[in-house]
């Protein structure tokens, strides 16, 4: 279990972070009324493991990753992953945590359909300023790594529902990200694509060092996880 | 009716895009002209040379003739002929005229105003030598001195004889009228003159010796 | 994120929408094109008008006759000069020499008996007869700066500088002969014969002998340099004038001892004609320049420039709120896309770039094809209007390709569809982060 200062150690170490969240918050407001979707909830993660969020439809997982990656900042408590407080971060703060200490692999892949496959996994280097020749090398290498070193001109469109996901790892990994959010990553494929997938996840902590968190109903990936949170309705039932 | 309210849309669009007028370069441009050097030439002579009796004397007579359609384009060119011109009066008042210009041609054509006035033929032929000695200032000026056709009679012979002479002794070039049609037209109360064929002759038989030479 | 990125990630987002692209692409090129052609066709105005003024010289002439200056010689553009005053090399050298004077031509009209050629091409459709001698005077200037003397070719060429053997004809000798304007290419490289007078005095005797020499016609003009019907080289009209100032006083003509009949001077601007001119009076001669009524053209003309690049623009400003409601709407369907740019990253500013460049580019692109649309247009209706003008024998309109104008159109389009852009791209860059993870 991490401790708050192994946390705060080294925002600019490139191996996996530990994640500290103390009575975390999030609510929606509706014109019903204040909807809360985590409820003071308190849970740590060691750097470097794999860590599978699983709940039914609603009880928060997904806002958990969105909060988690940056991408929604608690209205309560606090989250310390690398050395950063997300709760105080600003827009520009939070945009550069997401550049530099995430990566995110979606259900639906979020691929840009104007791109190929090499500009898609160059994309996440774009706002890096990482020159384009050493975008291009490493966009190359790491679709050779995923097994699509022969589809890198092709459009999203042009590939299958597993190669996608594949493309959208290698994207994730591309700037070495501490920390790999993946949000029901094997929802929209076919089992043969799931195991490969799953496998490509379950080696990023061996591969990079990161920290790998996945949104998931399948009970079978929550089993090859190192540790499973369950929620209900929007509390840690069970880590 | 379609071509009237084509009309009316021409002309309105013309006041926006016309002002009052405009231009536009010609599709047809003409090479620069390469013109030769520049010549002189002089006509020195009586009533005749100087188109006495003709309705469009710049345009009929003689020597005008000559200059638009057998000098070259760059050819500068001055008539100093005279009315009632003999080879004396001549001397005196066209032959300054054509010394200052400096010359390269000289077409005379005298003689005719001397029958008329019956100038004697020694004075008519020292005259006339001073006069073409005079025009001959450089050996490279060109005199041509024509003598009287055929249609001004038998008195002209003398004077004829006097003309081919000078041009011996001178060095100029003689313009034979012997065979040339020259008509006259009487004139009331003046001395007949070369009709506008008659001029036409005349420019046809200084050409021939302009451009024989030539 | 670079320029060169967002340019390149732009584009290809416009590229993925090509109905959309096109159509918004199209507005902004109508926008664009009605503006460009209004404003050539303007433009075009102003320049005929100002050409007619200034009879083709530049705007800022001046002209400069051999009198002494009236003493009202500054109320007027064309006062009534004073006694006859000689212009010879010494007054010129002083003239070129005052502050704001760009350039000072001399010019020297002469009188010259003209023989026509007996017979006209019949292409000519010559209506009077041409066999008389024309008793006027040829103008002789300085071929070589043409473009500063107001001279204007209306068909063919002017005559080589210093050339003996060619001259250009004015529109009025066109009228002697009774050939149009529109016939007037048949009359070049006809030759004319030209005669300088001379008058020699025998006592009480006149007698003129003029100095004839052949000229080919080489091209017909419309001019304001000097009183004539002939326009030929400095050299030329010298040898006639010296000829003709050798003789007596030909009847009718006043005896001209001047060196130069008149000089044409271009000061540095409209702005200084004012100055120039009284420094010229300074020096002792009369002036005249057509200031006061250039300066009121102009300012009619601008009007009439504001009033048409108004209803241009109103045409382009459409086109940019097309754009803005064609990117707004794209807002809306690319929001999961804004949230996946967010989520590998980009920052609102990012996000912000992209959409502009996207804006800009569409801008950019429909002001490219409308300049040269609004060319076409303004061709095709100058085509018509030549025909009209061709029809009526008046002069055409010649129209060029006025880059500046065309290019200031480009950037205008642009600029306002980057203002169209604006409020969609920081719409755009506003957008939460979790629209890529969630439509919730």
């Known amino acids: 279990m991490a401790s708050p200062a192994d946390v705060a150690a080294d925002p600019n170490e490139r191996a996996g972070v530990a994640v500290h969240a103390t009575g975390l918050r999030f609510r929606y407001d509706t014109p019903e009324g204040e909807l809360v979707v985590l409820d003071s909830i308190d849970f740590d993660v060691d750097a470097g493991s794999v860590v599978a969020i699983t709940g039914a439809s609603g009880s928060g997982k997904t806002t958990l990753l969105s909060v988690l990656g940056g991408l929604d900042r608690p209205h309560g408590g606090s989250v310390l992953i690398a050395g950063h407080d997300l709760a105080q971060l600003d827009r520009d703060e939070m945009a550069r945590y997401r550049r530099e200490v995430v990566g995110f692999v979606f259900q639906d892949f979020g691929l840009l359909g104007q791109l190929t496959a090499l500009e898609n996994v160059e994309l996440a280097l774009t706002f890096e300023r990482v020159s ?42 591309a700037n070495e990200p501490r920390l790999v959010l993946a949000d029901e990553p094997t929802g929209n494929l076919d089992p043969v694509a799931t195991a490969v997938v799953l496998d490509m996840l379950l080696r990023v902590p061996v591969d990079h060092g990161s920290t790998v968190l996945i949104v998931t109903h399948d009970d079978a990936i929550a089993a090859r996880a190192d540790r499973r949170m369950h929620l209900i309705g929007g509390r840690i039932a069970s880590a | 009716m379609r071509r009237r309210r084509y009309s009316a849309l021409a002309a309105s669009l013309a006041v926006l895009l016309s002002g009052c007028s405009a231009h536009s370069r010609a599709a047809s441009v003409l090479p620069a002209t390469a013109a030769g050097p520049q010549e002189t030439v002089v006509s020195i002579g009586g009533s005749a040379t100087e188109g006495d009796g003709l309705r469009n004397r710049l345009q009929e007579a003689w020597p005008y003739l000559v200059f638009r359609n057998a000098l070259p384009i760059s050819t500068v060119f001055v008539n100093a002929a005279l009315d009632d011109a003999t080879a004396t009066h001549a001397l005196t008042l066209q032959v300054p005229v054509a010394t200052e210009l400096k010359p390269d041609l000289v077409e005379v054509w005298l003689g005719a105003d001397d029958v008329a006035a019956a100038t004697p033929i020694p004075t008519f032929t020292t005259a006339l030598t001073e006069l073409v000695t ?25 004077y004829n004889t006097a003309i081919r002479s000078v041009v011996v002794t001178t060095g100029a070039e003689l313009v034979s009228l012997a065979n040339a049609s020259v008509t006259l037209a009487p004139e009331k109360g003046f001395a007949a003159q070369p009709d506008a064929a008659g001029h036409r002759a005349l420019a046809a038989a200084f050409e021939k010796v302009i451009t024989k030479s030539n | 994120m670079t320029w060169r990125d967002a340019i390149v990630l732009a584009r290809r987002s416009v590229g993925r929408r090509g109905g959309r692209a096109v159509l918004t692409v199209l507005s902004v090129a109508l926008g664009a094109a009605l503006l460009s052609s209004l404003l050539i066709a303007s433009d075009s105005a102003k320049q005929r008008v100002l050409d007619q003024v200034s009879e083709g010289g530049p705007l800022s002439g001046i002209k400069v006759d051999a009198a002494a200056p009236s003493a009202s010689a500054l109320d007027s553009d064309n006062p009534r000069p004073g006694a006859a005053r000689r212009i010879d090399d010494t007054a010129l050298r002083r003239i070129a020499g005052l502050a704001q004077v760009s350039s000072v031509l001399p010019i020297i009209a002469t009188p010259i008996i003209a023989l026509p050629p007996t017979t006209l091409p ?41 050339s003996q053997t060619e001259i250009a004809v004015t529109v009025d000798f066109l009228q002697r002969l009774g050939v149009t304007n529109a016939n007037s290419k048949a009359l070049i490289g006809t030759d004319v014969m030209l005669g300088a007078p001379r008058v020699f005095k025998n006592g009480n005797e006149r007698r003129n002998r003029a100095r004839w020499t052949k000229a080919e016609i080489v091209g017909v003009v419309s001019q304001e340099a000097g009183n004539g019907l002939f326009v030929v080289s400095l050299d030329m009209a010298r040898s006639d004038r010296a000829w003709t100032a050798a003789g007596a006083p030909i009847d009718g003509i006043d005896p001209d001892p001047s060196e130069y009949s008149a000089l044409f001077v271009v000061a540095h601007g409209l702005d200084h004609v004012t100055q120039v001119r009284a420094e010229i009076n300074g020096v002792g001669y009369s002036t005249s320049a057509p200031e006061s009524l250039i300066t009121q053209v102009q300012r009619y003309v601008h009007v009439v420039e504001l009033v048409l690049a108004g209803i241009g623009s109103i045409g382009l400003t459409i086109a940019a709120l097309g754009i803005s409601n064609a990117m707004l709407a794209a807002i809306r369907e690319r929001r999961r896309e804004i949230g996946v740019l967010k989520a590998v990253g980009a ?94």
């Open chain 3, 122 to 162: 019949a292409a000519a459709h010559a209506t009077s007869k041409n066999d008389r001698p024309l008793f006027e005077a040829a103008v002789g200037i300085d071929l070589a700066h043409v473009s500063q003397l107001p001279v204007t070719v209306i068909a063919g060429r002017l005559p080589q500088p210093g």
């Open chain 1, 132 to 173: 384009r020749r050493q975008r291009r090398a490493r966009a190359r290498e790491l679709l050779g790594a995923v097994g699509l070193g022969d589809r890198l001109g092709h459009r999203p469109r042009a590939l299958s529902g597993g190669e996608k996901q594949r493309v959208a790892i290698a994207r994730a990994l």
């Open chain 2, 134 to 158: 005079r025009l001959r200032v450089s050996t490279e000026t060109r005199v041509l001195v024509a003598d009287l056709p055929a249609s001004f009679g038998t008195r002209a012979a003398p």
């Open chain 3, 347 to 440: 920052a609102d500013r990012d996000v912000r770039r992209v959409f502009l460049v996207e804006a800009g580019t569409l801008g950019f692109t429909g002001g490219l094809l409308g300049a040269g649309l609004g060319l076409l247009v303004a061709r095709t209706l100058a085509a018509v209007v030549n025909r009209y003008l061709a029809s009526q024998d008046l002069q055409t309109v010649h129209l060029g390709v006025p880059v500046a104008l065309l290019a200031s159109v480009v950037v205008g389009a642009t600029v306002l569809a980057l203002a169209a852009g604006t409020l969609p791209a920081i719409r755009a860059a506003r957008m939460p982060a979790r629209q890529a993870i969630s439509d919730e």
